[in-house]
């Protein structure tokens, strides 16, 4: 087995970071951009006066961002050729996020809303995989470009990860469908052009078929945003909505009908082991930053490096940190060479251990720095606070344990555990 990371991707890594230090770097300390990065960020994105929704700058500087990576060749970098990318792999981005987030908080990589210059844009993989012709002609190149969004109407306020159990209902009306229900975190639908809805077609609650997928624009009479749930990490854009009688036409049907589980099972697999990546990134980074700071600082006239109570929980930290680089790569690889599907348990393994090891390395680089890791004018504390988020919304740290012991102790495949 060769562990090297190929020469081609090493190339192409620090050609990103000339990209970076030449283009965004310099973007994100004009004008005062650097508030949305320093202690002021959390107030310079919030629209406080309009739902706690991102503010206009905040989003106007991701979108030049966006610009710029595009025009440079780096936004498409995981799509297709034909679509303007490089054919990145799942290997290939997993390296690319961790190598994002290792540089810590900037304009390159932003992971509160999922922006990065090298695009982790699982929606295009989803509409060349799964769009019907008419759908790709619509929005492949707004997708590939940034430009067209589509948010996620999966979970429901009453079923959590459970998306087998869905009250949300579509029914044939004519030539088309009409829809009811309720979903909630449907991030981004603020500037989404259209929601990818879940609903219940046929079959009963509990069966993993008979849910189909559907792109309802958010202007379509009876679709309402009803608020944006505050979090733990501001500004939100995730919000709840609800569906009364809402109709579609049939070319609103998003891949197979009564296969909309396999889309989303498609779409968490690919994410999750991008976001694993991501999350060991920001990991390494505090504890990067912490050991460099225990070296600084020497309170009582000696190094806080020099003290093992320093020393042990970093080493441990950091340790961790190399077997799950190893594991995310290796699932990764396995995932490029045999399908999306091929390592669904490995996916799980790294999702939650990466989230919860990012959340415990952000903990103890406050730690070490003390007061001052406490504050805000270190990024530690906004890191915990995101990367808290996807120890639940990536599927529950207890969902994605569930689904590792459904293979473990072989009854994944007749007793699949409910929910993604």
């Not at 044939?172 to 009409?178: A, I, T």
């Not at 891949?255 to 991501?278: D, K, T, W, Y």
């Not at 042990?312 to 995932?335: D, G, N, S, Y």
């Not at 348990?345 to 730690?367: G, K, P």
Request: net charge negative; proline share 4%.
């Amino acid at each position: 087995m060769d562990f090297d990371i190929p020469s081609e991707l090493s190339d192409y890594l620090a050609e990103l970071d000339g990209f970076i230090d030449r283009e965004i770097v310099p973007l994100e300390r004009e004008n005062d951009n650097i508030r949305f990065f320093d202690h002021r960020r959390e107030d310079a994105r919030t629209d406080w006066d309009r739902g706690g929704l991102p503010t206009a700058d905040w989003e106007n500087l991701l979108a030049e961002t966006r610009r710029r990576a595009d025009a440079a060749g780096h936004y498409r970098y995981a799509f297709p050729p034909e679509f303007g990318g490089r054919g990145g792999t799942n290997l290939d981005m997993a390296v690319i996020r961790e190598h994002l987030a290792r540089r810590g908080l900037g304009l390159h990589c932003d992971l509160q809303n999922e922006h990065a210059v090298v695009a982790n844009n699982v929606g295009l993989l989803l509409m060349l995989e799964y769009g019907s012709p008419q759908q790709q002609a619509e929005w492949v190149e707004g997708l590939a470009a940034g430009t067209k969004f589509f948010a996620f109407g999966i979970t429901e306020p009453e079923h959590g990860s459970d998306a087998t159990h869905m009250d949300t209902r579509a029914v044939r009306d004519g030539d088309g469908w009409v829809i009811n229900g309720e979903k909630t975190w449907n991030t981004g639908i603020h500037t989404a052009d259209a929601d990818l809805i879940f609903a219940r077609t046929a079959g009963e609650a509990g069966d993993g078929n008979g849910i189909t997928a559907f792109l309802v624009p958010p202007d379509t009479r009876g679709f309402t945003v009803e608020e944006y749930l505050w979090t733990f990490n501001m500004p939100t854009d995730h919000g709840r909505v609800t569906l009364r009688d809402v109709r579609v036409g049939a070319d609103a049907v998003f891949g197979p009908e009564g296969r909309g589980l396999a889309v989303v099972q498609h779409f968490l697999n690919e994410n999750r082991i991008r976001q694993a990546a991501s999350s060991l990134g920001a990991a390494q980074y505090c504890i990067d930053r912490a050991v460099a700071y225990a070296k600084e600082r020497k309170p009582f006239g000696k190094a806080l490096a020099d003290n093992q109570a320093i020393q042990f929980p970093l080493v441990e930290l950091h340790t961790q940190c190399e077997m799950l680089r190893t594991l995310i790569h290796k699932t990764a690889w396995t995932m490029d060479r045999r399908g999306t599907f091929a390592a669904s348990e490995q996916v799980s393994m790294c999702n939650y251990w990466a989230n919860r090891l990012c959340c415990e390395a952000a903990d103890r680089a406050m730690q070490v720095y003390g007061g001052l890791g406490y504050s805000r004018h270190q990024p530690f504390e906004h890191i915990y606070r995101h990367h808290r988020r996807y120890r639940i919304t990536e599927g529950a740290e207890e969902i994605q344990m569930r689904r590792v012991a459904g293979y473990l102790f072989g009854f994944m495949s007749s007793h699949a555990p409910k929910g993604v």
